[in-house]
């Protein structure tokens, strides 16, 4: 749908000129104007790398193309994780919480969590879930205390995540200004033919209003909205652990391990929560 977005503002814009000069494609010849593309381009090119260092910019590429794919989050990665918070919480049950400790330390060898490849392919859950049930076994953590650490840490990986789209947002802004510098340039190269006849200075003051056409578009039409996508899959990605915070406040205050899940289960949003039939079916399978 993001290509198809693309299309139809490209495509509306095309239409609605063809329209207004009566389907003459020899004027479309009009928007062939390279100098404006490139002072735009350029300058909102070099004013991204002035203002972000190279790994945010690296970010940036990947948020992007990543709207093409949408979240990392499914109902069946909350399946998957909602099974191994009740396994982690059972074993625990039954083991005593000391027995997690070789599971925290080193999840990637765990037997439990070897099991789940969605939740190990998200490093951020696998850290926050890790670290926080290493502060569990360390005990003396009273769940308040607990929970305002939890919120620290969230706070911290939501306001990193969203450091992308939020350059990208300033980028954005930055392209009706740019739009304005290239028409003011085509302004100045039309005053410099002005003797050149009337045909000459009109292809000329067609170049710079094409500059200002091209700078709010691309901000308004592509560069503003990818950044509000890229904005909307961190939050929906921050639910997930949202659900693990909520699993783990629970077992923390000594409630059982399908009561735990299911705090975590209710955190997660409609979209991708499953139901209590499907949860409670997924529970079994793990016994």
């Known amino acids: 749908m993001v290509i198809v977005g693309f299309l139809v503002v490209v495509g509306s814009a095309a239409l609605g000129f063809m329209i207004a000069v009566k389907f003459d494609f020899g004027r479309m010849g009009a928007f062939a104007a390279l100098p404006e593309y490139l ?10 790398l002035i203002s972000a260092p190279m790994p945010l910019i690296k970010r940036i590429i990947a948020g992007a ?36 400790e070789p599971h925290v330390e080193k999840p990637d060898s765990s037997t439990i969590m070897a099991k789940y490849s969605t939740f190990l392919a998200n490093h951020h859950g696998v850290e926050f879930l890790c670290d926080t049930l290493k502060i569990v076994l360390s005990g003396g953590v009273p769940a308040h205390d607990l929970e305002e650490l939890m ?6 990986v939501h306001s990193e995540e969203l450091m992308p789209s939020a350059q990208l947002t300033v980028t954005a802004d930055s392209f009706p200004g740019l739009g304005i510098v290239a028409a003011v340039l085509g302004v100045i190269v039309t005053m410099g033919a002005i003797n050149e006849g009337a045909a000459k200075v009109g292809e000329h003051i067609a170049g710079a209003l094409v500059g200002t056409f091209i700078g709010v578009l691309f901000s308004y039409g592509f560069v503003g909205p990818v950044a509000k996508h890229m904005d909307s899959i961190v939050k929906k990605e921050s639910t997930y652990l949202a659900a693990i915070k909520a699993s783990l406040l629970s077992f923390a205050k000594g409630a059982p391990a399908s009561v735990a899940v299911e705090y975590g289960r209710r955190a997660i949003e409609p979209e991708y929560r499953p139901s209590f039939k499907e ?9």
Request: glycine share 8%.
């Open 39 to 48: 002072i735009i381009i350029g300058a909102a090119t070099g004013a991204l």
């Open 65 to 100: 193309l990543g709207i093409l794919k949408g979240p990392k989050v499914s109902k069946k990665a909350y399946i998957e994780l909602l099974k191994l918070l009740y396994e982690l919480f059972q074993f625990a049950k039954r083991e005593g919480l000391i027995a997690l």
């Open 151 to 156: 919120d620290l840490d969230l706070e911290s």
């Open 279 to 287: 949860t409670e079916e997924a529970l079994k399978s793990t016994k």
